[in-house]
C-alpha cells in the first residue's frame, strides 16, 4: 500500500531541506515541491494569510508514522500540516520502483 | 473523518474571495491556493485551454456538502470543479487543530 | 467512480501536450497542469533534484488503465510517476458534466 503525504513549509528552502531529508533518509522514494502557496486560516482567533510552500511526498503507507514523528523534528512550526492520502493505483513499473527506493518500515 | 476538497477557480484573486470565506465561516480550517495553473477540458464540443488557479481545502468531511453548496454560490462559474479526496491519517495534532477550527455540521 | 491522477513531466510543454491528448481522447475531462515544480529522489544510487511540472488529471476510474498505458506511450521517461488518487465526493453537477465528457471504457 502507498499513500502519498502533503506537507506545508514556510519556503521553498524548508520544503527542501525537509524533502532532502525524507529522500536522503529513504523515507520517502519522491518529493515534489511547490513552491509557492498562498495560505488562508485563523490562528488565536484572527485570520491570517501567509505564503508558504507544500512538498507532496510519495512514500510506502506503512512508513507514514515514522515520516510524521520525523518532520516534526526537523520542521519550523509546532504543529505543521501533514496529512496523508491514500494512492489506490498507478503504474505498476512505477509503484515496484517506490516500493524499491524506501525502507522497510 | 477529514476531507481534501479540491476546487478550480478563474484566478488567484477568486480562489483567494472564495477561501477567505470558507475559513470566516468555519468551513473550513486552512486554504492552500495554487496561485497559476493551466487547464485542458472539452466545452461545448471544443478543446479549451486556460489559466486557472487551485484551492486546496482542508475540513471534516460533514462538511462537505455545505461547503459545496456555499462554493458554487460564490464562484463566478456556473458548474465549478468541486471534488473531495478523503485524509486518510496525519500529524494527530494537526488533525486535532483541525477539527478545533471548523464548525459543527 | 472517478478519480485523481497525478502524473510528474519534464517541463510544462510535455505536461501541456500529454495533457492535449488525454482530453482530446476523452481519456479525461480536465487536466490541470501545475508548472513547475521541484523533484527530489534518488536515481541509480544518488540523490537528484529536477526542475519538472505536474498534471492533474480528472476522470473516471474505469479509464485508469488506459491513461496509464497512453501516458506511457507519450512520456520521455521510461517510468514515470503516474498514482491514482480516490475521488469520493463533490458537486453532482461538477462529477455528471466529467462523466458526460469521457469516453466509455
New interface residues.
Partial sequence: M?????I?ASS?DE??SI??KL??E?LA??????????????WEGS?E?DE?S?L?V?TSHEL?PQI?KR??ELHSYD?????????????R???E?LDD?VKRP
Fill in positions: 502507498f499513500t502519498l503525504i502533503y506545508t521553498v520544503s527542501a524533502g532532502r529522500v536522503e529513504r522514494a519522491c518529493v515534489n515541491i511547490i513552491p509557492s502557496i498562498r495560505s488562508i486560516y485563523h485570520m494569510e508558504e507544500a507532496i510519495k507514514t510524521i518532520v516534526r504543529n505543521p500540516c501533514i496529512i496523508s492520502i491514500p494512492i489506490t493505483g498507478g503504474s513499473d512505477y509503484l520502483w527506493e
